[in-house]
Nanobody, 125 residues
């Protein structure tokens, strides 16, 4: 099973920033669209953002537009999620997933090909 590894989570105060990283284990992201998901305690997993293989097609959930920025560098085989102006409502486990399509196909977790274990983001007020 293809796996992804997330890093960069942690605890910050409201208004702070974090930068999450997503890297593959043993394969290249060159042909994969990559999405970030999050799951807060007691809530369903939700899609946060997705980026196409070339980086030219990006989507964001309405709740993070203007605050989060997804980016990728295929040479570094890494996708990042820059999160600014964090609020307690952003507290969740953030996970990345890769899909063997050039463009993002949506935010259905099981439709993706590779998944990470997640990294905890905690925002205090």
């Amino acid at each position: 099973q293809l796996q992804l590894v997330e890093s960069g989570g942690g605890s910050v105060q409201a208004g702070g920033s974090l930068r999450l990283s997503c890297a593959p284990s043993g394969f290249s992201l060159d042909h994969y669209a990559v999405a970030w998901f999050r799951q807060a305690p007691g809530k369903e997993r939700e899609g946060v953002s997705c980026i196409s293989v070339g980086g030219g097609s990006i989507t964001y959930a309405d709740s993070v537009k203007g605050r989060f920025t997804i980016s990728r560098d295929n040479a570094e085989n890494t996708v990042w999620l820059q999160m600014n102006s964090l609020t307690p409502e952003d507290t969740a486990v953030y996970s990345c997933a890769a899909d063997l399509h050039y463009y993002c196909q949506g935010y259905v977790w099981d439709d993706y090909t590779a998944w990470g274990q997640g990294t905890q983001v905690t925002v205090s007020s």
